[in-house]
């Protein structure tokens, strides 16, 4: 099967930027690929059932100027939550480096927030402890007084004032996703990560969400590293959007700019020129690499 290949010149593209944002870089990806080592054991080898190593994502770069938004689209399985992974600490590249401010990070620290698709919440505490218990870690050298004003702040910042003594149990998905984002916002992190993190809601909660996420990145400016497979979700919230190519060997296919003004509202998007040329390219792009992905697996 053929499918017409996307026009932009993707990678001669994606150079030019990096090397125009290089120099005011607050995160660096640098030559990341990241190697899963096939099935090697004795068994296996007896068994002839070795199979090779598989490349997910192979010499990734970019930069991320401070306080701009992200997002990370991609076939499904092409390796997003592998990057992301690999830029929060909690992975290592098998390659490449990723540098923070221009020092190289090789594990999890409180200059990153993660927020995670299915939550990751201490189900033992109440809305108020994780919260607490993340920035205890962080500033140990903080007053009782400090902590709890910091977690009072930040309930309030995602709307959950009154819910502070709750469990997560108590808490619908949306809920228990603010919580998941007050958290990671509460160490006041640089950069803020965050792996599909309105994927298990339904589309009300999730459209509300996004909406709050927007409010909420007005107030607070972080770096946000978004990883979405939502076109609307990423043209609301993104500076820049960036495409990744099917994997195995996945890399970044194109880095899309999003031109339209700050605040935004989604009932307004879709009046700005440059929506439908940018909607229509990631349309494209994504409809080219699943559908591909697809022809190579039925050639199997
Ligand atoms: N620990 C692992 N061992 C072996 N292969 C892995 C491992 N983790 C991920 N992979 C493979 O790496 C590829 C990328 O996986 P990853 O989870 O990063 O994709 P993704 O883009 O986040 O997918 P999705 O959109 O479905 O969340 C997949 O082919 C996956 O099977
Ligand atoms: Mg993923």
Redesign the pocket.
Known sequence: MNYSEPTTPFRERQNTEMLETAQLAQLSLRNIS?V??GRNSPIDKLLKRTSPD?V??ADINLDVTSNTFVSII????????????IIAGL?APSSGSVLIDGKTVDQPGPDRGVVF?NYALMPWMTVAENLRFAIETVYPHWTVTQQKETVQEYIALVGLRGAERKHPHELSGGMKQRVGIARALAINPQILLM??PF?ALDALTRGFLQDEVERIWEQERKTVIL?T?SIEEALLLSDKIVM?TR??K?AIAQVLDVPFPRPRKREELDQYPDYHRLKTAMEQHLSYETRTVEASRLQK
């Open positions: 990241k899963f080592p598989f997910a994502i991609g076939p499904s399985g092409c390796g997003k939550s592998t990057l992301l992974n992975s698709q792996d599909e994927g990883i497979h990744m994997g195995p996945a």
